[in-house]
Each structure stands twice: as structure tokens, then as C-alpha cells.
């Protein structure tokens, strides 16, 4: 993206908020049947503990990702209505005519038809462009162009 802190959707955050509960929770569960430098039994045993043990390193580390990510929004601020970028909301017309506005998140929602993911080929060509401006983008179906119309800040709960 532009290298700073990202802002962050309304939805993105609360996914993350969500997925930060359940992965705390896990790593309660899993740092609970750690024998905490006891010696373990067999060798069956000692397997079974490090495993616990490197399940808990990646718990660790997804938690303090999820941290980061929201630190990060937190100190960026609303999603910009100049540049396009993550949690913006744009209105588009493409090469064909057809207008709609769309949502630029970090996550993909099944459920929301009007998001596309900062890594997509359209949202990624979107990402610093202003009102006014036609970008050409390669979609899966050939290169095409598109004109940003207007950019909005966070497209709100979805």
C-alpha cells in the first residue's frame, strides 16, 4: 500500500477483533496443557508437548499480527477521501458504462458483493488514485479501464 499506517474497515476491524477473541481463547486452552518444564513421560509424551509447544509459538504470533494490524489503523486514522486506499469507498465507471461503487478492504466477505481486496487486480489499481482519474487494470478477463468518480471514507458495518 503507501508504506504508512493503513486505516482499516469497520468490518475488517471487527473480524479481527473477533478472530484476536477466538485465538486467545485457543492459545488459553492450549497453553493449559503444557506441563511447564515438568519432565514428561515417553517419548510419545515429549512429542506431543513440543508440538503444544510450536502450536503455541504460531498462536503467539498470529496474536501479535492481529495487534500490530490494529495499533496500525488506530494510528492511522479514518480511511482517506482523497486516495484511494484500504476502507475507502469508491464510485467507478468502467470501459462498458456500467457505474457502482465498491469498498476496498484487506479481507475478502462472501456475503458483500460491493468489496474488492487491496490485492485484487481491481482494487490494487485503484490504491492512490483521486476522483477524476482513469486507470487500466489487467482482470481476468483482459485489460480494461476504469474512472474513479468519487472517494469516500469507511463504507461502514456490513
Same mark, same amino acid.
Request: charged share 25%; net charge negative.
Given at each position: 500500500?503507501?508504506? *504508512?499506517?493503513?486505516?482499516i474497515?469497520?468490518?475488517?476491524?471487527?473480524?479481527?477483533?473477533?478472530?484476536?477473541?477466538?485465538?486467545?481463547?485457543?492459545?488459553?486452552? +492450549?497453553?493449559?496443557?503444557?506441563?511447564?518444564?515438568?519432565?514428561?513421560?515417553?517419548?510419545?509424551?515429549?512429542?506431543?508437548?513440543?508440538?503444544r509447544?510450536?502450536?503455541?509459538?504460531?498462536?503467539?504470533?498470529?496474536?501479535?499480527?492481529?495487534?500490530?494490524r490494529?495499533?496500525?489503523?488506530? /494510528?492511522?486514522?479514518?480511511?482517506?477521501?482523497? /486516495?484511494?486506499g +484500504?476502507?475507502?469507498?469508491?464510485?467507478?465507471?468502467?470501459?462498458?458504462?456500467?457505474e457502482?461503487?465498491?469498498?476496498?478492504?484487506?479481507?475478502?466477505?462472501?456475503?458483500?458483493?460491493?468489496?474488492?481486496?487491496?490485492?485484487?487486480?481491481?482494487?490494487?489499481?485503484?490504491l *492512490?488514485?483521486?476522483? !477524476?482519474e482513469?486507470?487500466?487494470?489487467?482482470?481476468? !478477463? !483482459?485489460r480494461?479501464?476504469?474512472?474513479?468518480?468519487?472517494?469516500?471514507?469507511?463504507?461502514?458495518e456490513?
Open positions: 500500500m503507501n508504506g *504508512g499506517p493503513e486505516p474497515s469497520t468490518a475488517a476491524r471487527k473480524a479481527l477483533e473477533q478472530e484476536l477473541a477466538e485465538l486467545r481463547t485457543e492459545r488459553a486452552t +492450549v497453553a493449559a496443557t503444557l506441563n511447564g518444564g515438568d519432565e514428561v513421560g515417553d517419548r510419545a509424551d515429549r512429542a506431543d508437548e513440543l508440538q509447544g510450536t502450536e503455541l509459538d504460531h498462536l503467539d504470533t498470529r496474536i501479535a499480527e492481529i495487534d500490530g490494529l495499533r496500525e489503523a488506530d /494510528a492511522a486514522g479514518a480511511p482517506s477521501t482523497d /486516495a484511494v +484500504v476502507g475507502s469507498t469508491v464510485s467507478v465507471r468502467f470501459a462498458d458504462g456500467l457502482t461503487t465498491i469498498r476496498i478492504s484487506e479481507f475478502a466477505e462472501a456475503e458483500d458483493r460491493t468489496l474488492v481486496t487491496a490485492d485484487s487486480p481491481l482494487g490494487g489499481a485503484l *492512490g488514485h483521486h476522483a !477524476g482513469t486507470l487500466t487494470y489487467d482482470p481476468p !478477463g !483482459g480494461t479501464t476504469v474512472l474513479v468518480l468519487s472517494v469516500g471514507g469507511d463504507g461502514g456490513s
